[in-house]
């Protein structure tokens, strides 16, 4: 069966592809930038150009393909806005779906939206939503919550280095996924009759606040963390600000995510268990991989550099 996976060099997309690959599908990825999308033809991922801003590049990737699976969305710093590729490119998309007559299309929301409909982003994962239950295509949704892979950057790596790690406020807690376990769930589902016109909420075990997170980090790193807090008011003057100027639009939808981010992250309310999931990887297991590699890199580096001082003491 051949697959066409869109935002295959995103963070969740990267690892659909590669999960796709290793289950036997023929995959496709549509891609903007054929040399950035390098690594996933390495991996046995045939690339085609397409631009969701230019619709006409869109019926040629769909020869051959039964399945779609639409992890693309708008970058912070694209030049484009998200009503260009997260409304009328994926209308663009189902539309040729529909002429290709395609078997599934899997499409990724986010988790609580319909609370957050006043996040232009947002309202438009909605409507897309919606266009697809018209679209007598069959369909399914997940709606995500939060990745593994985005805390490193938060949390992690400013903790290694000794800087700050910035919150807003008291956070909410998020059951947040591994992207590895996210795609071995999206994939399944591919052979699961059950996951046909059904939304489901892609999420982990266990709920976790970014204060629960930073003690995690400090006791496996071993070292202390600096934690300070963003005002609302500068975060909503930040947006007002950036969304005053067209090309800084998807920044200020950002932004303004970070501001409900208490209404829209929580695992508490949702709208369907996968039904084929199993256990997933703990967020706790997983910083306990990261620091571990990351420790003994460290371990080693050092070493190498006293034996380089050792020898230089005796020449």
Same mark, same amino acid.
């Given at each position: 069966?051949n697959?066409l996976?869109?935002?295959?060099?995103?963070?969740?997309?990267?690892?659909?592809?590669?999960?796709?690959?290793d289950?036997?599908?023929?995959?496709?990825?549509?891609?903007?930038?054929l040399?950035?999308?390098? !690594?996933?033809k390495d991996?046995?991922?045939?690339l085609v150009?397409?631009?969701?801003?230019?619709?006409?590049?869109?019926p040629?990737?769909?020869?051959?393909?039964?399945? &779609?699976?639409?992890?693309?969305?708008?970058?912070?710093?694209?030049?484009?806005t998200?009503?260009?590729?997260d409304?009328k490119?994926?209308?663009?998309? &189902?539309?040729?779906?529909?002429?290709a007559?395609?078997?599934?299309?899997?499409?990724f929301?986010?988790?609580?939206?319909?609370?957050?409909?006043?996040?232009?982003l947002?309202?438009?994962?909605?409507?897309?939503?919606q266009?697809l239950k018209?679209s007598?295509?069959?369909?399914?949704?997940?709606?995500?919550?939060?990745?593994?892979?985005?805390?490193?950057?938060?949390?992690?790596?400013p903790?290694?280095?000794?800087?700050t790690?910035?919150?807003?406020?008291?956070?909410?807690p998020v059951a947040?996924?591994?992207?590895?376990?996210?795609a071995?769930?999206?994939?399944?589902?591919?052979?699961e009759k059950?996951?046909?016109?059904?939304?489901?909420?892609?999420?982990?075990d266990?709920?976790?606040?970014?204060?629960?997170?930073?003690?995690?980090?400090?006791?496996?790193?071993?070292?202390?963390?600096k934690?300070?807090?963003?005002?609302?008011?500068?975060?909503?003057f930040?947006?007002?600000?950036?969304?005053?100027f067209?090309?800084?639009?998807?920044?200020?939808?950002?932004l303004?995510?970070?501001?409900?981010?208490?209404e829209?992250?929580?695992?508490?309310?949702?709208?369907?268990?996968?039904?084929?999931?199993?256990?997933t990887?703990?967020?706790?297991?997983? !910083?306990?991989?990261? !620091?571990?590699?990351?420790?003994?890199?460290l371990?080693?580096?050092n070493?190498?550099q006293?034996?380089?001082n050792?020898?230089?003491?005796?020449?």
């Open positions: 069966m697959l996976i869109l935002g295959g060099t995103g963070t969740l997309g990267r690892q659909i592809v590669k999960q796709a690959i289950e036997g599908y023929q995959v496709k990825c549509l891609v903007r930038n040399r950035r999308g390098a !690594f996933l991996w046995g991922a045939d150009y397409g631009d969701l801003s230019i619709p006409a590049t869109i040629p990737a769909l020869k051959g393909v039964s399945i &779609i699976i639409d992890a693309s969305t708008v970058r912070p710093t694209d030049s484009y998200a009503e260009t590729i409304w490119g994926k209308i663009a998309l &189902i539309e040729a779906a529909k002429v007559k395609i078997k599934q299309f899997v499409f929301s986010v988790l609580n939206a319909s609370k957050n409909s006043s996040i232009p947002l309202e438009l994962k909605l409507r897309v939503e266009k018209e007598n295509l069959n369909y399914t949704v997940f709606q995500c919550s939060g990745f593994f892979q985005g805390l490193i950057n938060q949390f992690a790596v903790i290694l280095d000794k800087q790690v910035w919150l807003l406020g008291k956070s909410t947040y996924i591994d992207t590895q376990d996210a071995a769930i999206v994939i399944k589902g591919l052979s059950e996951s046909i016109n059904k939304t489901f909420t892609l999420i982990g266990k709920l976790w606040t970014s204060e629960e997170i930073i003690e995690v980090c400090k006791r496996l790193s071993g070292k202390e963390a934690v300070s807090y963003i005002p609302f008011f500068l975060l909503s930040l947006r007002r600000f950036f969304r005053s067209q090309f800084t639009w998807n920044i200020a939808d950002r303004q995510f970070a501001e409900l981010s208490t829209l992250s929580t695992g508490k309310n949702y709208t369907n268990k996968i039904p084929w999931q199993k256990n990887l703990g967020l706790e297991q997983y !910083f306990q991989e990261y !620091f571990g590699k990351i420790l003994k890199k371990k080693e580096t070493y190498q006293s034996q380089k050792n020898d230089i003491s005796f020449l």
